[in-house]
C-alpha cells in the first residue's frame, strides 16, 4: 500500500530522488516495500524490534543525520506522530524533502491538516486507502518534539507507548493478584513503561529483573520509572528472547494487537515464550481479556492453571508445571 503512494509520487514528480546524500525512513513497518528507493542510501529508522530486525538484513539501522530526504511513515498516535515529524524535520538538511504518508485509519487526514498549519505542503496524493504529501525541511517544528509526561505514581511516559496516561486496567489487576514472594529469577515480557515491574520487585526474594519490551519508547519510560539495580532492560522481541537462566516467574500483560487488527496469535506466542523461559518448577502470571482464546495455548504449555482475579473484562491466569516444547 504504502509502495503504490511512493511509486506514484515519484512517477508524478511530487517527489524527486535527491542526486546525492542519505535518505531516511522513519517508522517503517515490516510489510512496506521500499525497494523504489535507492537501497544503497536508506537508513530505515524504526522503535520496533521485529520492524527494525526485519530491515536489518537488508539496510542500515543506525542514525546518521543529517539527510538529504526522508520518509516519515505515520503511528496511529497523534502526538507520536507529530514528534516523528518534528524528528524528521530536525534531521533533514534545510530544503530536502520530507513526505509524509499514512493510512486513513490511523489518521493521516488529521496528521495533514495539523502539518498544513504549520509549513507549506503539497497537494495529498490519495492512493491505497491513504494519503502521502510533501513539505521542505527549513521550518522549526521542535514544539512537537516528543517530551516526558508526568502521571499519577510518579512514573513519566512518551506520546505513542501503551496507555500512556496511567497504567491499563489489566496491568492493575495483574499487579494485585501476584503473590508475596515470585522467586528469585522474573521476567515481565511486554513490559511496557514500567508499572508491572514496579510491582515485581516490590515482592520479596526477587533477584533479577528482566524488562522485555518491543517498543524503544516504552523501554526508555521503563529505564526511567524502574531504578533498581536488580533490572535488566532488554530491547527485543518477547517471544524469541531467551534469558541466561530459565526462570523462577514470568509476568505478562501481552499485546493482543498486530496494528489495529486484533491478533490472539500474539498473545499465544507469548504463552509460548513464556513455557521456553520458565525452570520446571516456574510459574507463568498471566493477564488477559476475557475474550481472547487463550485456554488452548495455556493447555498446550503448562499441565496446570487456574484463575486467581477477575472483572468484567480482565481474567488473572496462575500457569504452572511448564511442559517440555516439542521438537
Known sequence: MRSA????????????????????????????????????????????RPDHDHFANGFPTTPAAPYAAALVCLPRSREAARALVARAAAEVGPGGWIAVDGQKTDGIDTALKDLRAR???????????????VFLA???????????????????????VFSADGPDPGSVLLAGALPQRLGARVADLGAGWGYLARA?????????????????????????????????FHWADATSFRPETLLDAVVTNPPFHTGRAPDPA?????????RRMLAPDGALWLVQNRHLPYDAALAEAFAEQREVAATGAFRVIHATRPRRAKP
Open 119 to 133: 509549513v507549506a505542503l503539497s497537494d495529498s496524493l490519495s492512493k491505497a486507502h491513504g494519503k502521502l504529501a
Open 266 to 274: 500474539l498473545g499465544a506466542a507469548f504463552i509460548r515464550a513464556a
Open 200 to 232: 515485581i520487585l516490590a515482592r520479596s526474594g526477587v533477584r533479577r529483573l528482566d524488562l522485555v519490551e518491543a517498543e524503544a519508547d516504552a523501554l526508555a519510560c521503563a529505564r526511567r520509572n524502574v531504578v533498581d539495580e536488580r533490572a535488566r
Open 138 to 160: 527549513g521550518p522549526d517544528l521542535s514544539d512537537w518534539a516528543a517530551s516526558w509526561r508526568a502521571i499519577e505514581g510518579g512514573f513519566q511516559t512518551l506520546p505513542g
Open 5 to 48: 503512494r511512493l511509486i506514484q509520487a515519484l512517477e508524478t514528480g511530487v517527489l524527486a530522488l535527491p542526486a546525492a546524500g542519505p535518505i531516511a525512513v522513519y517508522g517503517a513497518r515490516a510489510g512496506d516495500d521500499l525497494s523504489v528507493l535507492p537501497a544503497g542510501r536508506v537508513t530505515v529508522l524504526t522503535g520496533f
